[in-house]
Nanobody
Framework: RVQLVESGGGSVQSGGSLRLSCTTH????????MAWFRQAPGKEREAVAA???????SYADFVKGRFTISRDNAQNSLYLQMSSLQPEDTAMYYC????????????????????WGQGTQVTVSS
C-alpha cells in the first residue's frame, strides 16, 4: 500500500512563497502520475498541478505562472513550489498518486484514482 506524507505547509503573508513536499513510503512511485489537490473550507476539492513519470506537467489556470510541480524519483518525492501566494490559495493541500493517468486529464477532470496523503495546511493572510 502506497503511503504519501505531505509537509511544508504553513502560514505566510500575501505575496509570499512556500514549498510543499510529498514523500512516499513502502512502495516506489516512479511509474505513477502524481498530483497536488487542494480543498478550502466550504469548497470542493480542486486539482492544482500534475506530473507524470516522464516529467510532463499540467496546471490549473489559477496557478499558472505562480506554482511549479516537480518530482525526484531517486528520492521518491514530489514537490510544489508556490510563489506569489494569495489569500484565495488558503486550503488544505493534498498529494495524490495514481497509475497511467495523463496530467492534463487529472487537471481537467479534477480526479485521480489512486492513493492520497493526509494533507498539509496552507494559510495566506492579506
Amino acid at each position: 500500500r502506497v503511503q504519501l506524507v505531505e509537509s511544508g505547509g504553513g502560514s505566510v503573508q500575501s505575496g509570499g512563497s512556500l514549498r510543499l513536499s510529498c514523500t512516499t513510503h513502502e512502495y516506489p512511485y516512479n511509474t505513477y502520475t502524481m498530483a497536488w489537490f487542494r480543498q478550502a473550507p466550504g469548497k470542493e476539492r480542486e486539482a492544482v498541478a500534475a506530473i507524470d513519470s516522464d516529467g510532463a506537467t499540467s496546471y490549473a489556470d489559477f496557478v499558472k505562472g505562480r506554482f511549479t510541480i516537480s518530482r525526484d524519483n531517486a528520492q521518491n518525492s514530489l514537490y510544489l513550489q508556490m510563489s506569489s501566494l494569495q489569500p484565495e490559495d488558503t486550503a488544505m493541500y493534498y498529494c495524490a498518486a495514481g497509475p497511467k493517468q495523463k496530467p492534463q486529464v487529472v487537471i481537467t477532470t479534477g480526479l485521480l484514482t489512486g492513493y492520497w496523503g493526509q494533507g498539509t495546511q496552507v494559510t495566506v493572510s492579506s
